[in-house]
């Protein structure tokens, strides 16, 4: 793994290809695998699913956390490293809620830099913290609210449409519905991914996550922005096939998420109210001599304090 080098990569046309359901039965894969430069995420296997997705893999861009499982499998590494029909030259590692990474101690650094080590013809490629600041930089800008407040990591799929418009001139993006789809089509059973058919739904998924306040990725909110950025850059959607709409670069964003926190946030319901209580410590009485002292001590029990001219204690109300 090098580093301190600048990633020079450059590409007329690419495909990137999502992992969504909706490229089952697409039969897409032939027109994938003639792009000059494919994209693909995480460990999303082509094997067996060649016809809708084809097999060609330029670059992976694999999120950090995903690289544990990527460890724990062989037949994983032997796809995306030894394969010659469906390697990639390049992996690249974006961290997804983190720019600070310590080196000697972040597993997923680790495990990034065993691959390197093992795999030499596959180019492992970290991004740099200013790399991954400006993505989280970005979506406060894009979205009006850090994603720190937002409570979320950054996915996948946000840092995979950030690296194709640093790369490429054009971008055609497969498999990725429109962020109202699922408002659109609320019956629908499109699997997450589309190499577990049986898995769970995309649209159920999307609504559990994108309503959450605490955690959860925002999936829908992500892609309202994707849909501003193609009205910007070259970008266009296949399988399904929509065009970008110039109405969302005109207001803000108005997505379940936004809504949601929008409403807690005047209710004033997104910080949690812990009560303090702060308990009376009871201290243990100390004898006061008699002798030379009865009337001094009278005097402070009046005061309310004891033979040692101290306070008993105080309540504290907050």
């Given at each position: 793994m090098a580093f301190n080098i600048t990633?020079?990569?450059?590409?007329?046309?690419?495909?990137v290809v999502a992992s969504s359901g909706h490229l089952v039965n697409s039969s897409a894969g032939p027109e994938i695998d003639r792009y000059p430069c494919v994209i693909r995420m995480n460990s999303a296997t082509t094997v067996n699913f060649e016809i809708d997705v084809g097999q060609k893999t330029d670059i992976r861009v694999i999120g950090m956390v995903n690289m544990k499982d990527l460890k724990n499998h062989t037949e994983w590494q032997d796809e995306l490293f030894r394969n010659e029909?469906?390697?990639a030259s390049k992996i690249i590692v974006p961290w997804l809620y983190n720019s600070a990474i310590d080196k000697e101690t972040d597993e997923y650094y680790l495990i990034a830099k065993e691959f390197a080590e093992i795999y030499p013809a596959t180019e492992v490629v970290l991004l740099t913290p200013d790399k991954m600041k400006t993505a989280e930089d970005i979506f406060k800008a894009e979205v009006g609210i850090s994603r720190k407040e937002a409570k979320t990591w950054l996915t996948t799929g946000w840092m995979t449409m950030l690296f194709a418009i640093d790369v490429c001139d054009a971008i055609d993006v497969f498999g990725l519905a429109q962020d109202n789809h699922c408002l659109l089509h609320p019956n629908?059973?499109?699997p997450y991914h589309y190499y577990e058919p049986e898995g769970k739904t995309e649209c159920s998924y999307y609504k559990v996550s994108e309503e959450k306040l605490t955690q959860g990725h925002k999936f829908i909110t992500e892609k309202a922005v994707f849909e501003r950025w193609a009205n910007k850059h070259t970008i266009a959607f296949l399988y399904p096939h929509w065009h970008a709409s110039s109405n969302k670069m005109k207001k803000t964003l108005e997505t379940p998420f936004l809504k949601k926190y929008n409403e807690a946030k005047k209710k004033k319901a997104l910080v949690k109210k812990v009560k303090v209580v702060v308990?009376?410590?009871v201290r243990?009485?100390?004898p006061v001599k008699k002798q030379g002292r009865k009337k001094h001590t009278e005097k402070n029990k009046k005061r309310g304090t004891n033979g040692n001219n101290r306070k008993i204690g105080k309540v504290v109300s907050r």
């Open positions: 990633l020079r990569l450059h590409c007329d046309f690419c495909a029909s469906t390697k629908d059973i499109t308990r009376r410590k243990r009485k100390v």
